[in-house]
């Protein structure tokens, strides 16, 4: 943990349109951050519409309003060079972290060659929504605006970065305390370890796409099999070297005391089934 008070601690937003950020925004007290950037490819009517912002002759505007954007590489460098005069190292918090604003941030950083002495600066991440799952337990909604909304009964521009982390740092300061964010927070070196796991699981789900298509396996059975480190090369091998019983073994092997894919018997006979009818799979 960098800071001992909740005051203190950065939180961090970005908006973006597929995989571009298109806005960065941080606070850190009642210093704060935020940056507009032009995105390479354009920003979809659909992301527009949710996130007011769109591209005009190579202009961003907000709102139908132009605004000051820079290129990612010249953000990314604002931004370390923002955290560097914190002169202490910092753990962002984001609403959603784990899966939205650290997975695009690492991407941006990865795409600018700035890794290295973004770490210098940031040990991690708080990822404030399974924080707010554990503190409030039994809402209907964890959404920042419902929580806004609910707990401190006010209102934002949600889909705003800089309104986010203002917004974010409030409910953060009233609701969370240090025991909490030590348990819902992770390391960058972590992320990046994430990051190489989905990529190969969703590398290992596209192998697996004939199995789906002939209805061999549902998309969860493949979903899990891929989350195990499984691809279609590894089922063939398996069938191949051992037949019904090496495939039946490689997808009921234990793992943390459950099966690695499955153990119905159901499932591990279409499976096998398949296999038997493309045998030059």
Not at 53 to 78: E, T
Request: proline content about 4%.
């Amino acid at each position: 943990m960098c800071c001992q008070s909740e005051e203190y601690w950065p939180h961090l937003r970005v908006r973006g349109n597929n995989a571009e950020i298109c806005q960065l925004a941080a606070i850190h007290g009642t210093d704060e951050f935020n940056v507009y950037i032009v995105p390479s490819h354009g920003i979809s009517p659909s992301a527009a519409a949710v996130n007011k912002l769109s591209v005009k002759n190579g202009h961003l505007f907000y709102d139908g309003r132009p605004v000051a954007a820079v290129q990612l590489n010249v953000a990314i460098g604002m931004f370390l060079d923002w955290l560097q005069s914190l002169k202490r190292p910092c753990l962002l918090f984001a609403h959603n972290a784990e899966l939205f604003d650290a997975k695009y941030l690492q991407r941006a950083l990865e795409k600018s060659n700035q890794i290295s002495w973004f770490q210098e600066f940031v040990p991690g991440f708080c990822d404030t929504l399974p924080a707010f799952k554990e503190v409030l337990p039994n809402r209907k909604s964890y959404s920042q605006e419902n929580l806004a909304k609910d707990l401190l009964q006010a209102t934002y521009s949600a889909h705003n970065a800089l309104s986010d982390v203002r917004m974010l740092q409030e409910l953060c300061n009233n609701f969370l305390n240090v025991k909490v964010v030590e348990k819902h927070n992770f390391s960058f070196s972590w992320l990046q370890e994430y990051i190489q796991f989905l990529n190969q699981k969703r590398q290992n789900l596209q192998t697996l796409q004939p199995l789906i298509n002939a209805k061999a396996i549902s998309q969860g059975i493949a979903e899990k099999a891929a989350r195990s480190g499984l691809s279609l090369a590894h089922l063939v091998l398996a069938f191949k070297r051992g037949g019904d019983d090496g495939l039946s073994n490689v997808l009921k092997e234990k793992f943390n005391g459950k099966a690695r894919v499955t153990k119905k018997r159901e499932i591990i006979q279409q499976m096998c089934t398949f296999f038997r009818e493309h045998p030059n799979m």
